[in-house]
């Protein structure tokens, strides 16, 4: 069975701390993504990385790097987390250059910042 | 930029009903079109991939059709259960494989 995992379901952090989300695939993908989703805003991409050390900024980069140092790992990291990072984060891998480009996601990571 | 639409919002139906969820988009190079659920305060589970080549895909209850041309997809659920009851969300692929553009879901009740 394939499988997105995301370390944490829930996470309550300080104002200014640095946060790190992971997320770990099985599928030998070679995209995978991050999403922040809130209500009323839908999803909305934050980095994408298609290939280990590669990445590419989504719509809404600002206060998020992001690492990726082997295929299988993701890394979000929060520099300097802030109220209004407070969210649901989503985890997801997809293949490339393929027919069936089937996308999966992580269980997610609610994400409070007090 | 592409764009997806998903109508209505929200739908309840009583048990039994089939139902037909829509997805519309403003681009119609697509590479692939993928339906999820998801279930509150969880991530999203994929339900059916189409391929921008194929006009439809089934999964037991559940039917997906593609028309490229006319930018739509419906999503098609036979004899409702109450756990269907999930926000339904589609997303189009594009050819460069990296990004994903999600509608804003169709949140479904079935009540018993």
């Known amino acids: 069975d394939v499988k997105v995992t995301q370390s944490s379901r829930y996470l309550v952090k300080r104002t200014g701390e640095k946060v790190f989300l992971e997320c770990v695939q099985d599928?030998?993908?070679?995209?995978m993504f991050w999403y922040r989703q809130d209500p009323g805003l839908g999803l909305r991409l934050i980095y994408f990385s298609y290939d280990v050390k590669m990445k590419e900024k989504g719509d809404i980069p600002e206060g998020y790097s992001v690492s990726r140092e082997k295929k299988e790992r993701f890394s979000l990291i929060l520099e300097s987390a802030s109220t209004n990072q407070t969210s649901m984060y989503l985890c997801?891998?997809?293949?490339?250059?393929?027919?069936?480009?089937?996308?999966?996601f992580g269980q997610g990571t609610r994400l409070t910042v007090v | 930029k592409q764009e997806v639409t998903q109508i209505p919002a929200a739908l309840s139906v009583p048990e039994g009903e089939n139902l037909v969820l829509n997805c519309s988009f403003t681009?119609?190079?697509?590479?692939?079109l993928q339906w999820f659920r998801q279930d509150p305060g969880k991530g999203l589970t994929s339900l059916l991939l189409i391929q921008s080549s194929q006009r439809e895909q089934t999964s037991g209850r559940l039917n997906a059709s593609l028309d490229k041309s006319s930018g739509r997809s419906t999503l098609y659920i036979a004899a409702s259960q109450p756990g269907d009851s999930a926000t339904y969300l589609c997303a189009v692929q594009l050819y460069n494989f990296n990004k994903f553009y999600f509608g804003s879901g169709t949140k479904l009740n079935v009540k018993p």
């Open positions: 681009d119609s190079a697509i590479y692939n």
């Open positions: 997801a891998s997809s293949p490339t250059g393929q027919a069936n480009t089937e996308a999966f």
């Open positions: 599928m030998d993908h070679e995209n």
